[in-house]
């Protein structure tokens, strides 16, 4: 991977009160101050599942603060620290249980790609280089990945490609290059794991876009209202704009949010759980247009509702569990940093809500492919 330098685009604003209200920036405040105020002093959180530390940086980074600068510049520089600290010779980002190696590896590259393209600190650059070098060379035959760092003939699942989709759109976004082939042939597995229902999948038979259907987790019958979202948010970080997968899978997210009702007052509670909300949410915003506008009022108006408050339990307040998969101080960490993350994405501070930079990209697939 070679760094090259790219014109970074200046963060648009919000579009209006429709995106950020009083009671969201509120909210926002209290996130931060509860992953202020809980952060250990290694910066971690009680964690060693690096990808979980680096969603702690990256609730931080979407609100516009940077390390050593500003009210949680600290806060910032001690987790990202922590990562960086971690990182294996080998590039893989992950200290934990080896069969989190990619989930791990490919949260914390996509972070590190951020903070990389908002600071251009190059104490990153090594770090980041070696991670996208491990996620080129742990890719396997089929265009997926598996959950230990190692290629094989198949890959796993959908929930990992998302995760190495966003680390190598991050990449871009920051000035890395990126092998075109790497692109394309995950951009042929991300398609594969599309099913009708009446279970026809992935390719390009035109017949496929006759009926309804939604991606899944391995291309059978294990669809969810997360995996239609990763399968959007897949396409649209490698710059398939027009796939008509997405406006399919975009009916099936539009419906989950139409029938979400606000939760009671400070249960501490996200949409679903921080996993599908993290997806839904870039999902909405990277189609944009009614799409966005139409359901992230829903989703900002839950989180704000549903975040836990009370003034008399500082360990609790400011916070959102993450309902599902991590619990704990952890599921606090990463309720609480997805929750932050959703309320911020009208800001655009980071590189990967920011319109432009795909263009990049889309100009070393045309190179190579003809695409």
């Known amino acids: 991977m070679v760094l090259v330098l790219l014109s970074a685009a200046p963060p648009a604003v919000a579009e209006g009160d429709w995106e950020i209200t009083p009671e969201s920036e509120r909210s926002l405040e209290l996130g931060l101050e509860w992953l202020a105020r809980n952060q250990g002093p290694e910066g971690n959180w009680e964690s060693n599942d690096l990808g979980l530390v680096s969603m702690g940086v990256l609730a931080f980074l979407s609100a516009g603060h940077t390390p050593g600068r500003g009210k ?41 790609g ?47 490609a998302v995760m190495q989709a966003k680390a190598l759109r991050s990449a871009v976004d920051s000035g890395l290059e990126v092998a075109p082939e790497v692109i394309d042939l995950a951009i042929k597995s991300v398609r594969d794991h599309y099913r009708t229902k009446s279970g026809k999948r992935g390719g390009e038979d035109p017949t496929l876009q006759e009926e309804p259907g939604q991606f899944t987790y391995d291309g059978g019958g294990n669809a969810s209202l997360a995996m239609a979202a ?41 949409p679903w759980d921080a996993y ?27 989180l704000v509702q549903g975040q836990f408050r009370d003034p008399n339990n500082l360990a609790q307040n400011g916070s959102w569990n993450a309902g599902q998969h991590v619990g704990g101080k952890p599921g606090q960490l990463y309720g609480t940093a997805v929750g932050c993350f959703i309320l911020a994405m009208p800001n655009r501070y980071l590189p990967i809500l920011q319109e432009g930079k795909i263009d990049s990209l889309k100009a070393l697939r045309r190179g190579t492919s003809g695409k």
């Open 114 to 160: 951020q903070a990389h393209g908002i600071t251009n600190d190059q104490s990153i650059s090594p770090v980041l280089d070696r991670a996208l070098k491990l996620i080129q060379n742990t890719q396997c035959r089929d265009g997926g990945w598996d959950y230990r760092a190692h290629a094989q003939q198949n890959g796993h699942d959908l929930s990992l």
């Open 72 to 112: 949680y510049g600290p806060n910032v520089e001690r987790a990202l620290s922590y990562v960086l600290k971690h990182a294996k010779p080998s590039g893989l980002l992950n200290i934990a249980d080896p069969h989190r190696d990619m989930y791990n590896h490919g949260l914390s590259a996509f972070v590190l």
């Open 276 to 302: 599908t909300l993290y997806y839904v949410g870039q999902a909405v915003y990277q189609v944009g247009g009614e799409p966005w506008r139409k359901n992230y009022p829903k989703l900002r108006d839950f």
């Open 230 to 270: 990763c399968g959007v948010v897949c396409l649209q970080e490698f710059g398939q704009y027009d796939d008509w997968r997405i406006p399919k899978n975009l009916d099936v997210i539009s419906r989950e949010i139409d029938v979400l009702k606000l939760p009671g007052k400070n249960e501490g509670r996200v």
